[in-house]
């Protein structure tokens, strides 16, 4: 499979500054990016546009990001990207049991983004 004909990532959260960060950190990593808010139709932008990741800005348990987590794991066409959640609290355990592929701790490093999306990327690829 080539990956390299697809180099989107997608950039989904509700805080302004966790968007313009990540846009930042995508940038620079090479990749090309669409960013979208919790309102928007997540599921049909992902089927339309089928980024190579999705980061995800996830907050605690009952907030929308962890909804659109779930929404995005089962459903079947978009349920094969990869997702980093991002967060403020240590919520790695609950990320990975609702699917996220790997998660970040905010406030997120440049460095510790690009080795996450490095490695997700190189997992998906191996299968």
Request: hydrophobic fraction near 45%; glycine fraction near 4%.
């Amino acid at each position: 499979m080539d990956h390299t004909s697809n180099n989107l990532v997608m950039i989904v959260g509700g805080d302004s500054h966790f968007s313009y960060l990540l846009q930042r950190y995508v940038r620079r990593s090479a990749y090309k990016i669409i960013t979208a808010n919790y309102g928007e139709d997540l599921l049909t932008l992902a089927r339309c546009k089928k980024p190579v990741a999705i980061v995800l800005e996830v907050e605690q348990p009952e907030a929308i990001g962890w909804r659109i987590l779930r929404d995005l794991k089962t459903d079947p066409e978009v349920g094969i990207i990869p997702v980093i959640a991002c967060s403020w609290l240590d919520e790695e355990a609950p990320a990975l049991a609702e699917g996220a592929d790997t998660h970040l701790r905010m406030p997120i490093l440049y460095a510790d983004f690009k080795v996450a999306l490095e490695t997700i990327l190189m997992k998906k690829y191996e299968k």
